[in-house]
Each structure stands twice: as C-alpha cells, then as structure tokens.
C-alpha cells in the first residue's frame, strides 16, 4: 500500500519571505517549524453543528421514504460531496488556468463572482500559535478590497426552506479560522473581507453572504475547545 505523498505550498507573507506549508492525504498541516501534523479548521468546527441534527434524521428518512431504499440518505449524500468537490476543481481550475466548465453550477458560481480579480485559489494557511491548518477557496480583489470567500455547493431544496440558518455557525466558524490563520501567520493577504459564497447544487442560483468574523471566531474557539476536550477523553 503507497502512501499519498505530502503537498505544499510557499505562502507569502508580508515581510517578504514565505512560509512552507504541508498538507497529506488526510488533511493534517504542518510546516518546516512545527512538523507536528496538525488538524484542519473543516475537522475542528465539526463540533459546531447547532440544532441541524434533527433536520439532518428528518432528511435522511425522507430520502428513504422517495426510494424505498434504506441506503437512500447515504448515497444522496455521497453524491453531494462528489458534486461539491466537482465544483471546487471547476473554480480551482478557473482561477489558475483560466478554463470555463459546463457544469451549471461552476456557470451559476462564473456569473456571480467570476469577474472578480483572483489573487489565489486552493490558498494553504497555518495558525503558529493555536496549531491549526486549513485551504480557503479562494481570495479575490474588489477594487481595493481583499476577498476571503469559501464555495458551499448546497441542496436547492433545503435552501429554499431553511437558506444558511443550519449551516451558518459552522461556516462562519470554518472562514473565520482561516482568516485569523492569515493574519497570525503574518501572510501578505491583510486584513480581508470574507464571504460565504453558497452555490445550488442544481445551478439555479447563487448567495453570497458577508462573515461576522468576530462571532466566527468566537464560535471557532468554543468548537476548537470541545474539539480538545474530546480528545482528551478519548485518549486518556
């Protein structure tokens, strides 16, 4: 069995030198000064999941009941990955290489932001002190105006009945990490905005919503702390 080699980037900060960092198979970060393999934001704010457990049964039992199939949920639900990890590819590759894909959702996400000034997609970034790691989607310029937006691909359905409301903790928590990554890092991408940017599965539409990044973050440290203490309990 091989084992996926380590990616990495050179990251640029704002005194002129890079910072090296790592990402493996499994989404653990590291860097040339602390090769601890560390967890992501996106395992971390994992622990931010509000009142969405209920709706999440009630979804699943409805997609068994539409097919008759006790493995419905399951394979909707992979499905869906697959279709956001499509999309990513799809920005991804738009804002290095410049390539417009048919899919309609990489055409709905192209109309909405697509005439922005990207400065990187894919970005890695890792907190020195609070030892943690993450990729944000992608950072653009809006005239003078540097843009955080992390790429949600969300179920047109859902969205019409329940819009961000489940999801927002959790994606708030997620952009604000990276944010406070980059600015702990001292990366050369200062103070930005961020957004959400929430594209229909289905293409039929786009959202983008701003980031409170001080309650992000503040959600980001109260999931960062469950996310230790789980840790602990189940080490010791």
């Not at 590819?89 to 309609?104: F, H, L, R, T, W």
Request: proline share 3%; charged share 20%.
């Amino acid at each position: 069995m091989t084992t996926k080699q380590a990616d990495h980037q050179d990251h640029p900060l704002a005194n002129g030198s890079t910072m090296r960092i790592y990402r493996n198979g499994n989404h653990k970060y590291w860097t040339d000064e602390d090769n601890t393999k560390r967890s992501s934001a996106s395992t971390i704010v994992s622990y931010v999941d509000g009142n969405s457990f209920d709706v999440a049964v009630g979804w699943a039992c409805n997609e068994m009941n539409k097919t008759n199939d006790p493995y419905a949920a399951k394979k909707s639900g992979e499905q869906s990955r697959l279709m956001g990890n499509q999309l990513h590819d799809e920005v991804d590759n738009y804002i290095k290489n410049g390539d417009i894909a048919e899919n309609p959702a990489f055409m709905a996400w192209y109309k909405a932001v697509g005439n922005l000034q990207f400065l990187a997609a894919e970005q890695f970034v890792y907190h020195p002190t609070l030892k943690y790691g993450g990729t944000l989607d992608q950072i653009a310029l809006d005239g003078d105006k540097i843009i955080v937006q992390d790429v949600k691909s969300v179920n047109p359905e859902s969205w019409a009945k329940y819009g961000s409301r489940l999801r927002k903790a959790k994606d708030w928590a997620q952009v604000s990490a990276y944010i406070t990554a980059l600015q702990g890092m001292g990366s050369i991408y200062k103070t930005p905005h961020a957004q959400i940017v929430y594209v229909m599965r289905d293409g039929s539409g786009v959202a983008i919503e701003d980031v409170d990044l001080d309650m992000g973050f503040h959600l980001f440290k109260a999931s960062m702390t469950l996310y230790e203490l789980h840790k602990e309990l189940n080490n010791g």
